[in-house]
Nanobody, 125 residues
Framework: QVQLVESGGGLVQAGGSLELSCAASASRSAFSINAMAWYRQAPGKQRELVATITSDGSTNYADSVKDRFTISRDNPKNTVYLQMNSLKPDDTAVYYC?????????????????WGQGTQVTVSS
């Protein structure tokens, strides 16, 4: 399986910035990641898509974060980033990394869709 490990969450004042990162790894499989994404889930709300990025660098953002957040990826490092600027209290949530692609284990190919454990982002007013 492909594991995702996130880092970079924390507490920040409104108007501040944070950068999240998410690294993918697999101990027994070779893998190739197609799309990577960040989701978030605030207390009492459904998980929502924040931003996506494809293997060729095409990006898409939720309207609520456009012009404030930037998603990027380092393909050789299998890592995706989310630079968050001008943070608002409404951005407070647990942020989850997602990656989808294909992998090979014991000579057998399979598709994967993996999630990170989540990292808390809290924006104080």
């Amino acid at each position: 399986q492909v594991q995702l490990v996130e880092s970079g969450g924390g507490l920040v004042q409104a108007g501040g910035s944070l950068e999240l990162s998410c690294a993918a790894s697999a101990s027994r499989s070779a893998f190739s990641i197609n799309a990577m994404a960040w989701y978030r889930q605030a207390p009492g709300k459904q998980r929502e898509l924040v931003a996506t990025i494809t293997s060729d660098g095409s990006t898409n953002y939720a309207d609520s974060v456009k012009d404030r957040f930037t998603i990027s990826r380092d393909n050789p490092k299998n890592t995706v980033y989310l630079q968050m600027n001008s943070l608002k209290p409404d951005d407070t949530a647990v942020y989850y990394c997602n990656a989808a692609g294909t992998a090979i284990s014991a000579g057998r190919p399979f598709r994967f869709n993996s999630w990170g454990q989540g990292t808390q982002v809290t924006v104080s007013s």
